[in-house]
């Protein structure tokens, strides 16, 4: 029986980061489901409408909150692994960065947001957007941290961070649910 089992635990470092990022994955798949079930369970149908249009709208709207920035740290930070000061000059830059790019991009969207709730036909939505607006002054500092773990291949590191920020938005999104 342990000889089978033996055959599926990973071994190598490879191996090992590649099950950490997959069970990362598996989680944010799960986070996904159980914030969709309670706020069906706990709102109603219409809440949910309103929640999904107001997460779609902020999941579009944070790519382009960082604009690329995590992505030029993810390749100049693996690119530089023996040389911390310049990585440190990078990770300092990139963070200022981001924080300016999130406090536009979350002042944008607050300010679109009661056209996009008329766009859709809800004033909730509208509401729903210009609270979850505001997640974006720090989501994407939250990225290119992330993204500086990943380019130093800190995987389980990675994985687990990544784990972290879903972890936050489904107990953040229980905590509203169950708070009105």
């Known amino acids: 029986m342990f000889g089978l089992l033996a055959r599926f635990v990973p071994r ?5 980061d590649i099950s950490w990022t997959i069970g990362s994955f598996a989680f944010l798949a799960l986070s996904g489901v159980l914030i969709n079930i309670a706020v069906a369970g706990l709102r109603d149908a219409e809440s949910l409408g309103v929640f999904n249009l107001a997460y779609a709208v902020y999941m579009v709207a944070s790519h382009f ?3 690329g920035v995590h992505y030029s740290v993810l390749r100049n930070a693996a690119y530089h692994p023996a040389s911390p000061q ?19 991009s979350g002042m944008l969207l607050l300010l679109l947001a009661p056209y ?8 909730g939505t509208g509401e729903a957007i210009s609270f979850a ?3 974006l002054l720090l989501f994407p500092v939250n990225k290119v941290l992330v993204s500086y ?3 130093l291949r800190h995987m389980r590191a990675f994985a ?18 169950t708070g009105k």
């Open 116 to 123: 996009l709730g008329a766009l859709f036909r809800s004033v």
């Open 12 to 16: 190598g470092k490879l191996s090992c």
């Open 133 to 135: 607006a505001y997640g």
């Open 86 to 104: 310049k990585r440190g000059v990078l990770l300092g830059t990139a963070l200022a960065l981001a924080l300016l790019c999130g406090f536009v």
């Open 65 to 67: 909150a960082v604009w």
């Open 160 to 177: 687990l961070l990544q784990s972290l920020r879903y972890c936050c938005v489904m107990l953040w999104v229980a905590a509203i649910v």
């Open 149 to 151: 773990v990943n380019a």
